[in-house]
Nanobody, 124 residues
Framework: QVQLVEAGGGLAQPGGSLRLSCAAF????????MIWARQAPGKVLEWVSG????????YYADSVKGRFTISRDNAKNTVYLQMNSLKPEDTALYFC?????????????????WGQGTQVTVSS
């Protein structure tokens, strides 16, 4: 049974940093691309970033490009999202998702499993 467990959310000041992690269980992690998505109050789920199964390619939404970095450790079955220069508009519930493919990672359409989410709040 696929299980994704996010951690690392919390309260950060504008300009601050947080590092999210997502531990994966129940499938061969190194075979699948992974993504991060977020949902702010009253808004639809937004794709944020994706990474290929082997980590060779990464992708970012324009809204986070240059501030967020996605990475993965296939030995630890974990994907990360390093978030720097945080802005109040980054406030959202952040989810990790497992892609159906190894080399997708740029869309919500191919996600077949989601974690429960971790809350990120950026406020002074």
């Amino acid at each position: 049974q696929v299980q994704l467990v996010e951690a690392g959310g919390g309260l950060a000041q504008p300009g601050g940093s947080l590092r999210l992690s997502c531990a994966a269980f129940g499938f061969t992690f190194s075979n699948y691309a992974m993504i991060w998505a977020r949902q702010a109050p009253g808004k639809v789920l937004e794709w944020v970033s994706g990474i290929y199964s082997d980590g060779s390619d990464t992708y970012y939404a324009d809204s986070v490009k240059g501030r967020f970095t996605i990475s993965r450790d296939n030995a630890k079955n974990t994907v990360y999202l390093q978030m720097n220069s945080l802005k109040p508009e980054d406030t959202a519930l952040y989810f990790c998702g497992k892609d159906q493919y190894s080399d997708s990672a740029i869309s919500l359409d191919a996600i077949d499993s989601w974690g429960q989410g971790t809350q990120v709040t950026v406020s002074s």
